[in-house]
């Protein structure tokens, strides 16, 4: 009688001594996890840091201080006039106009249309639908410089070669394909169960797209927004295709102008890479909270 009640509180004070010599493992291995997170972080940090500053530096030094000091020198006197100079020289006003007027209409008008082809094939249903998706996420693996040709050919004949239209359209076929791809699958993942509701509501296709899963899919807008406005900023091979005339240069083909007339002077050069920069750095500032969530949500669900 006596031997049982004594083991009793043998076993009760093994349980918490047990549970703290296993929770001990875990939360070390979850710290070391977050150290080697930020380890990553920062050496990838860096890596891009470097260049940057490299150019930078560059950018507001003399040319003597360009022979005589090393890269990463300061300069012995921070000439800021370079700035204005390659802005004067490269006419990068305009070019920078021509980028944004282009992509401020083509980014925006892009995603609509992507949006509503992906709500289609993943909300309606009708014959092909699989093979037509496949036809798009093929048409996302066309090179760009296999079209060239036609592609300069085709806007000859149509009076739209040297023309900020001539170049939109290409940028819309050739981006629209990838877009369509990705908010397909995020449009997957949302639940039916919401359009069962909102069809109860009495509410249409058009206002199920426009009240119901476009506000859900912002996330993935916004990521394919950011990504989509990069890479028309800085599209090089169609441009230099279809833009003949200097007034008509987009940003690529300005630095590269810059680059042939002034290639020498490396502070004025840099000085205006850096200043190409900027309309890209903004956009990413105002949408980089949905950037990461919403460019992985439609990968890995569908």
């Known amino acids: 009688m006596s031997s049982a009640l004594e083991s009793v509180p043998v076993i009760t004070d093994q349980r918490p001594h047990t549970t703290a010599t296993v929770a001990t493992p875990n939360r070390r291995k979850t710290q070391w996890g977050l150290v080697g997170l930020w380890i990553g972080l920062v050496i990838a940090a860096i890596i891009w840091i470097i260049p940057f500053l490299f150019m930078f530096l560059t950018s507001v030094k003399s040319q003597a201080d360009v022979s005589n000091l090393a890269p990463w020198a300061l300069p012995s006197h921070w000439e800021w006039g370079n700035y204005a100079a390659a802005a004067a020289t490269g006419n990068i006003w ?8 282009i992509s401020v209409i083509k980014v925006p008008l892009g995603l609509f249309i992507a949006a509503l082809a992906a709500f289609s094939m993943s909300r309606l249903k009708f014959r092909w639908q699989q093979g037509l998706l496949g036809v798009i996420a093929l048409g996302a693996l066309i090179p760009v410089q296999v079209a060239l040709g036609p592609l300069f050919s085709t806007m000859l004949n149509l009076n739209l070669l040297n023309t900020k239209l001539g170049l939109m359209l290409p940028y819309l076929a050739f981006g629209i394909s990838y877009q369509i791809f990705i908010l397909y699958g995020f449009f997957k993942a949302i639940p039916e169960d919401l359009d069962e509701a909102a069809r109860i509501d009495g509410a249409s296709n058009w206002r199920l797209f426009w009240q119901v899963i476009l506000p859900l899919a912002k996330p993935a807008l916004a990521a394919l927004f950011i990504l989509d406005f990069v890479a028309t900023w800085n599209e090089y091979p169609m441009a230099l295709t279809l833009l003949q005339t200097t007034n008509e240069f987009t940003i690529p ?8 007339q ?13 200043m190409s920069i900027f309309p890209v ?4 500032l105002m949408f980089q909270r949905y950037f990461v969530r919403g460019a992985l949500a439609g990968a890995v669900k569908g």
Request: charged share 0%.
């Open 94 to 101: 305009q070019s920078g106009l021509n980028s944004l007027i």
């Open 253 to 260: 083909l300005g630095i590269t102008n810059f680059q042939t």
């Open 262 to 274: 002034y290639g020498s002077n490396y502070p004025q050069l840099n000085a205006y890479i850096i």
């Open 281 to 284: 750095l903004i956009v990413y």
